[in-house]
């Protein structure tokens, strides 16, 4: 059973700092696609990073030059590294990943950024 589960999500003061962690249930490898999403309330799912099985990264234009995918193979693992946070950041953070061509997402992670 495919399982993805995020931690380090919390509270913030604007310009802060979090890392986010989603740990996979199998090889990191069997993914060819991870990523981030996130969604603030009253408003649809939003794509925040990309990172695919060769590591090339994509992101979104709102947290360029400030958040950072990577992904640790040796540990299973993928990274969300968000600096010079907002209160426009604030959102449940969700982590996907996708196996065979199909979607799995995790629980999720509260981020609120404080003004």
């Known amino acids: 059973q495919v399982q993805l589960v995020e931690s380090g999500g919390g509270v913030v003061q604007t310009g802060g700092s979090l890392r986010l962690s989603c740990a996979t249930s199998g090889s990191i490898f069997s993914f060819t696609v991870m990523g981030w999403y996130r969604q603030a309330p009253g408003k649809q799912r939003e794509l925040v990073a990309h990172?695919?099985?060769?590591?090339?990264?994509n992101y979104a234009p709102s947290v360029k030059g400030r958040f950072t995918i990577a992904r640790d193979n040796a540990k299973n693992t993928v990274y969300l590294q968000m600096n010079s946070l907002k209160p426009e950041d604030t959102a449940v953070y969700y982590c996907?990943?996708?196996?065979?061509?199909?979607?799995?997402w995790g629980q999720g992670t509260q981020v609120t950024v404080s003004s």
């Open positions: 990172i695919i099985s060769d590591s090339s990264t």
């Open positions: 996907l990943g996708i196996y065979l061509n199909k979607d799995y």
